[in-house]
């Protein structure tokens, strides 16, 4: 890969001089879903597929942004000066907001660039691809001005500031926390709440992830994504004039269930009880795989898909086709949807010996029902961003 995004930035750019060469993952989400922005836990893990990037410092104040998955958009430019997002700019909003959020915390960047990216991450697929450009713009920002005090942590942060305030989705902190602090063969038990982690190996005893792409495409952006947000935001503040808490993590399912009658309304009940069990299923499923009992975390996927199904509304007939088939296949431990939801994919537990069979029958009976075909992609989890 290397070689190949060399080449083609001497191509676009006119020479390779002064470049190098950088990676970051994309991921996915085990379990934990939309509890993010709830303070409650997440389960997720960066994949070895990503996004690649060379890119070198201007000596002017230009950006020139070009990307292997988008030839026909060209090299496209603008300015470290004025910088504001806008339609035509595409996707170079996202390494443009990077740079904009690091400006915004204080930290200096003196000149433009030329960037050149080619990812692998199948685009708009929940795998978190604009994450992925998110933390490596970042990652190679702090490379070339030498800030040594952004952690990766903060690398997170900002990017999950640009994508709130430059791109206007207000996403959690989950996608961009596990592409930066990706490791190997781990997932990362985190509690958004206060960013508190530990790493928990993948020890799938004679199974591995297989994710299944929807190809329906998804934009956070166009999604009820903000909706489902601000739905619990609402019930929180319902039950915080009955129970002291900071956030629907705080609260046991019995405690749910004690105060769930403060929310003043179906909806909202059904939004906050998903955000509740879910956090408490992701504790439970951490537990299950620390103690080698993959069948339990397989069963509780399946809760977590049900749950995003009925309570959270959230799937779509093109996710739970993918889910509902894979339930049928002998040699799954566990499906569900992943990410954000609305299209993208699912993630599957799948015994090895399983796996041809998965994708012969899943692929042909969620084709026959959608009308398009699936994608399926056997997944490692890898680390986090890094040179080349
Ligand atoms: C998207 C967001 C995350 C998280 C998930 C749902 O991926 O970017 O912050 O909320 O959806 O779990």
Redesign the pocket.
């Known amino acids: 890969m290397k070689e190949i995004i060399l080449q083609k930035f001497a191509e676009v750019f006119g020479d390779t001089e002064g470049v190098d060469t950088y990676f970051a993952p994309g991921r996915v989400?085990l379990i934990g879903?939309?509890?993010?922005?709830n303070g409650g836990h997440?389960f997720p893990c960066a994949l070895t597929i990503g996004t690649y990037a060379a890119a070198r410092k201007r000596n002017d104040k230009k950006l020139r942004f070009y990307s292997m998955n988008f030839e026909q958009l060209g090299v496209i430019e603008s300015s470290i000066e004025n910088i504001k997002p806008e339609k035509e700019a595409d996707w170079t909003n996202y390494p443009k907001g990077m740079i904009w959020a690091f400006m915004e915390k204080g930290y200096e960047i003196p000149c433009g660039m030329d960037l050149l990216l080619n990812g692998n991450i199948p685009n708009g697929s929940?795998l978190?691809s604009s994450?992925s450009v998110e933390v490596l713009t970042g990652y190679i920002l702090r490379e070339f001005f030498g800030l040594k005090q952004v952690t990766n942590t903060d690398l997170a942060l900002i990017g999950q500031f640009s994508e709130n305030k430059f791109n206007g989705v207000n996403?959690?902190?989950?996608?961009q926390f596990a592409i930066a602090m990706g490791k190997k063969d781990n997932a990362i038990f985190l509690d958004t709440a206060d960013l508190s982690f530990e790493y928990a190996p993948i020890k799938l005893e004679g199974a591995k992830m297989v994710i299944s792409c929807s190809n329906k495409k998804r934009g956070?952006g166009d999604s009820k994504?903000n909706e489902r947000r601000s739905e619990c935001e609402t019930a929180l503040a319902e039950l915080q004039k009955v129970v002291d808490i900071k956030g629907l993590g705080d609260l046991t399912e019995e405690a749910f269930e004690e105060h769930k009658s403060a929310i003043r309304d179906d909806v909202r009940i059904r939004r906050a009880r998903h955000a509740v069990y879910e956090n408490q299923r992701t504790i439970k499923a951490v537990e299950a795989l620390k103690n080698n009992d993959v069948t339990l975390f397989g069963k509780l996927m399946n809760d977590s898909h049900v749950s995003l199904r009925d309570d959270y509304e959230v799937t779509g007939i093109e996710l739970d086709t993918l889910v509902e088939e894979a339930w049928k296949v002998d040699g799954v431990i566990g499906s569900r949807m992943t990410?954000?939801g609305f299209g993208g994919c699912t993630v599957s537990i799948v015994k090895d010996e399983a796996i041809d069979n998965f994708i012969a029958k899943v692929g042909p009976a969620y084709e026959q029902k959608i009308g398009y075909a699936a994608d399926f992609y056997v997944v490692e989890v890898g680390d986090g961003p890094k040179n080349l």
């Not at 879903?33 to 922005?37: K, L, Q, R």
């Open positions: 989400n879903e939309h509890t993010d922005y997440v929940g978190s994450a996403c959690g902190i989950m996608d956070l994504y990410g954000a």
